[in-house]
């Protein structure tokens, strides 16, 4: 069981980010897990609140990777006081479209930590998004995004776990991860792109994988082989959106234990197909 303090919220405001979920998700970890691998780390909102003698931070957006490794190097106290500097330098504020625009292309051409992380303080709804030529291409937040007290605080707060956990990074399809050196002491938690909603990373059009059936089918395939080798694993997904099932998952799930999250909502129905009209979020885990 983990411990519930006030948890870390990670300084890039991910879609699909778990950190509403962290108080249902965190109790399901073993506290003394020997390695957790946050297969599908996003933001990493999961991997950075765990105790664990080893954390895996994953994710197949190796900018974000380089980017969080590059936050366990640097000086934090260094690292804002760089930030104040782009800022004050390309004169952002709520409005400067003009500005965000050349930090834009400055960071396109230079690939600067600092100025990827900047970038996502003024852009719109704080995304992080790449083309298939991986140029960050983020429209402006005008009038809703800018560098605040919150995002500093954050920041400092991840930057500092980051650097005081055992945290490794790897890039890695989450195909192409090695399991074969883990074994039931060790933790594994996805939260992959989901089938039956969209979200900005699994469009396909992004310089990254699509996420589609197939994805779906090897996720399925890779979790068995977890439960195989007694691995325990944890999925956190959606079975119902919008009146949409994922047939894929709800066979699988069958087979495991399920917690429903948020209860609130009207659940869809398993049985009927189409009654649903909310999304159904649950966790699905072998242990
Ligand atoms: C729902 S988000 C994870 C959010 C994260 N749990 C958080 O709290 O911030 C899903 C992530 O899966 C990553 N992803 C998509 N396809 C992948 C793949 N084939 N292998 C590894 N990561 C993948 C995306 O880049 C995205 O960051």
Not at 127 to 150: A, K
Not at 224 to 236: A, G, V, W
Not at 246 to 266: G, Q
Request: with cysteine; hydrophobic share 35%.
């Amino acid at each position: 069981m983990q411990k519930n303090n006030k948890f870390i919220k990670s300084p890039l405001n991910y879609t699909g980010g778990k950190y509403k979920l962290l108080k249902a998700l965190l109790p399901l970890v073993p506290s003394d897990t020997k390695t957790f691998v946050d297969l599908f780390s996003g933001g990493f909102n999961v991997g950075i609140n765990v105790c664990a003698e080893k954390i895996i931070c994953n994710d197949q957006n190796k900018f974000i990777i380089e980017l969080f490794s590059f936050f366990k190097k640097e000086d934090t106290e260094k690292l804002i006081s760089r930030i104040k500097e782009r800022i004050k330098c390309f004169n952002l504020s709520l409005t400067n479209k003009e500005g965000y625009l050349k930090l834009r292309e400055e960071y396109n051409r230079t690939k600067d930590f600092v100025d990827l992380f900047t970038l996502t303080c003024y852009s719109f709804n704080h995304q992080i998004r790449f083309n298939n030529s991986h140029e960050f291409n983020t429209p402006f937040g005008f009038e809703r995004s800018q560098y605040n007290e919150s995002i500093e605080e954050n920041l400092r707060r991840f930057c500092a776990a980051l650097k005081e956990k055992n945290v490794e990074f790897s890039s890695l399809d989450f195909e192409e991860f090695d399991i074969k050196n883990l074994t039931n002491r060790d933790f594994v938690y996805l939260d992959p792109p989901y089938l039956i909603t969209n979200a900005v990373y699994n469009d396909g059009k992004r310089g990254f994988k699509n996420w589609g059936e197939k994805e779906e089918y090897a996720l399925i395939g890779f979790m068995r082989e977890l439960d195989k080798r007694n691995i325990p694993f944890m999925l956190s997904n959606v079975l119902c959106h919008n009146g949409r099932r994922n047939e894929i998952l709800f066979e699988f799930s069958k087979d495991f234990r399920v917690i429903e999250l948020n209860k609130t909502y009207e659940n869809c129905n398993y049985h009927k197909k189409n009654r649903g009209e909310k999304t159904s979020e649950v966790i699905i885990l072998n242990c």
